[in-house]
């Protein structure tokens, strides 16, 4: 975030002062994607056949990818960042059901999974702040067709929803 941000978003502060306060303990160690989510994987027969685009895994706490799986696992009134999730078109399970899911299957206790949730959301603030920042910086070449607005305006919404969930945790 700090090597990102163009501008103070007090909610990104105070987010990364409640996750440092709020972290838990991790629980092992796992290979984690960084972009976990529906978009990513390759379903087959109702069951992820392949997990795509690994440019971003690490070792870290799996719950991470959960967290993120999770905020892109939208209902169609739920669209939080302007994007288009696939989830968004119905038929899938509910956000929760996929809770229960992953909980039965991996034996994981996502009580606080509200906290992995407000870091997704608190990373991808940082991360669309850094791709507005290369536009207003004209690094990222033309933006012809480009909305710069959009980049600008959904770092302090994701912010704000990151604060909430962090403090819900």
């Known amino acids: 975030w700090a090597s990102s941000k163009t501008r103070e978003i007090p909610e990104m502060e105070e987010t990364h002062r409640e996750l440092e306060k ?83 299957s991996s034996g994981r206790d996502l009580a606080r999974i509200n906290y992995y949730r407000a870091f997704s959301y608190w990373r991808h603030a940082a991360i669309v702040e850094g791709v507005y920042r290369r536009y207003v910086e004209g690094s990222m070449g033309s933006a012809e067709g480009v909305d710069i607005t959009r980049f600008e305006q959904l770092p302090p919404r994701m912010a704000q929803t990151a604060l909430e969930l962090v403090r819900d945790s």
Request: glycine share 10%.
């Open 22 to 104: 709020r972290m838990p303990e991790q629980v092992g160690a796992c290979i984690a994607h960084g972009d976990y989510r529906l978009g990513n994987l390759i379903v087959r027969d109702r069951r992820v056949a392949a997990v795509l685009d690994w440019e971003l895994c690490t070792l870290g706490d799996g719950l991470a990818d959960v967290g993120w799986l999770l905020n892109s696992w939208t209902s169609a009134d739920e669209i939080l960042d302007g994007s288009s999730n696939p989830t968004a078109v119905g038929g899938f399970p509910s956000r929760e059901e996929l809770i229960e899911c992953y909980e039965r």
